[in-house]
């Protein structure tokens, strides 16, 4: 393996809210959104390494309440690294913007761009106008996203969204949670799938991988509740037997890697 260049955490969908005992035994979660939360928090900080970010994929909170903000703020400051947040359908995408992601002036979609380490960060806000929970890329986030892929760039890739985006042979996921316009979202990172190391996302409630075309599309757990994606699979059926987790991303000189990790909810 050749040497690492950049490691960072995969966490997403805490859906915290103001009560600390909402969630438990929703979706068949033996624990609250809360305490999935803490103990993400608590599991993350212990790892015998110093990620060099985190990654929050969205549905930072349940409901788009300002006081779950500043919960969310209250456990998610506790991680000991740089997160990078990216808006989901329970989301308010203000709020998001001006209590967690330091931004003065919130714009009408939350999209960015950083670099760690000499790796491209693109975060873009899958929000637009489609019916929840699915999803949609505005026209000025494709035509933005795509001044990005198409020039002449040699630093590694990594987009991460919060819907899922391409098919996977699933209706609950591909007609009722997917991004309408994945496709062209798809279209617009060919011109870059030789430095692309992943697109990154949440929603899902499931660790869910995908390769089209070359293009690495990678989700995580919750630290909440899980659900499963049968083929054929039409309503939400939560995934009872699997506990909350996260995802641990290595990106080599020519390699990503993504590491599945579990962690308990202590009672």
Same mark, same amino acid.
Request: aromatic share 10%; hydrophobic share 35%.
């Given at each position: 393996?050749?040497?690492? +260049?950049?490691?960072?955490?995969h966490?997403?969908?805490?859906?915290?809210?103001?009560?600390?005992?909402?969630?438990r035994?929703?979706?068949?979660?033996?624990?609250?959104? @809360?305490?999935?939360?803490?103990? $993400?928090?608590e599991?993350?900080?212990?790892? =015998?390494?110093?990620?060099?970010? +985190?990654?929050?994929?969205?549905?930072?909170?349940? %409901? =788009?309440?300002?006081a779950?903000?500043?919960?969310?703020?209250?456990?998610?400051?506790?991680?000991k !690294?740089?997160?990078y947040?990216?808006?989901?359908?329970?989301d308010?995408? !203000?709020?998001?913007? *001006?209590?967690?992601?330091?931004?003065?002036? =919130?714009?009408?979609?939350?999209?960015?761009?950083r670099e760690?380490?000499?790796?491209?960060? $693109? /975060? $873009?806000?899958?929000?637009?106008?489609?019916?929840?929970?699915?999803?949609?890329?505005?026209?000025e986030?494709?035509?933005w996203?795509?001044?990005r892929t198409?020039g002449? %760039?040699?630093?590694?890739?990594i987009?991460a969204?919060?819907? #899922?985006?391409?098919?996977?042979?699933?209706?609950?996921?591909?007609?009722?949670? @997917?991004?309408? #316009?994945?496709?062209?979202?798809h279209?617009?990172?060919?011109?870059?799938?030789? *430095?692309?190391?992943?697109?990154?996302?949440?929603?899902?409630?499931?660790? $869910?991988?995908?390769?089209r %075309?070359? +293009?690495l599309?990678?989700?995580?757990?919750?630290?909440?509740?899980?659900?499963? !994606?049968?083929?054929?699979? /039409?309503?939400?059926?939560?995934?009872t037997?699997?506990?909350?987790?996260f #995802?641990?991303?290595?990106?080599?000189?020519?390699?990503?890697?993504? *590491?599945?990790? *579990?962690?308990?909810?202590? =009672?």
């Amino acid at each position: 393996m050749t040497e690492t +260049i950049l490691r960072f955490v995969h966490i997403t969908d805490t859906h915290l809210s103001p009560e600390a005992e909402y969630g438990r035994h929703h979706h068949g979660a033996a624990h609250s959104a @809360r305490e999935g939360a803490i103990a $993400l928090v608590e599991t993350v900080n212990a790892l =015998p390494f110093q990620p060099d970010f +985190i990654l929050h994929t969205g549905d930072v909170v349940y %409901d =788009p309440d300002p006081a779950a903000y500043g919960v969310a703020k209250s456990i998610l400051s506790r991680l000991k !690294a740089p997160v990078y947040y990216v808006a989901g359908n329970h989301d308010q995408g !203000a709020e998001l913007q *001006r209590v967690l992601g330091g931004v003065s002036t =919130p714009t009408p979609y939350f999209h960015y761009e950083r670099e760690i380490k000499g790796v491209q960060l $693109l /975060v $873009l806000d899958s929000n637009g106008p489609a019916e929840p929970p699915r999803g949609f890329i505005s026209p000025e986030q494709l035509d933005w996203l795509e001044k990005r892929t198409s020039g002449f %760039d040699l630093r590694p890739l990594i987009v991460a969204v919060h819907h #899922n985006v391409l098919p996977v042979g699933s209706p609950w996921l591909d007609d009722f949670m @997917r991004t309408t #316009n994945g496709w062209d979202l798809h279209q617009a990172l060919l011109p870059a799938r030789g *430095r692309l190391r992943g697109v990154f996302f949440g929603h899902v409630h499931q660790p $869910l991988d995908m390769v089209r %075309d070359g +293009i690495l599309y990678a989700s995580a757990p919750s630290s909440w509740c899980q659900f499963h !994606a049968y083929p054929d699979q /039409v309503d939400t059926i939560s995934d009872t037997d699997s506990g909350p987790g996260f #995802n641990i991303v290595t990106l080599t000189g020519d390699q990503t890697y993504v *590491r599945r990790c *579990r962690f308990v909810v202590k =009672p």
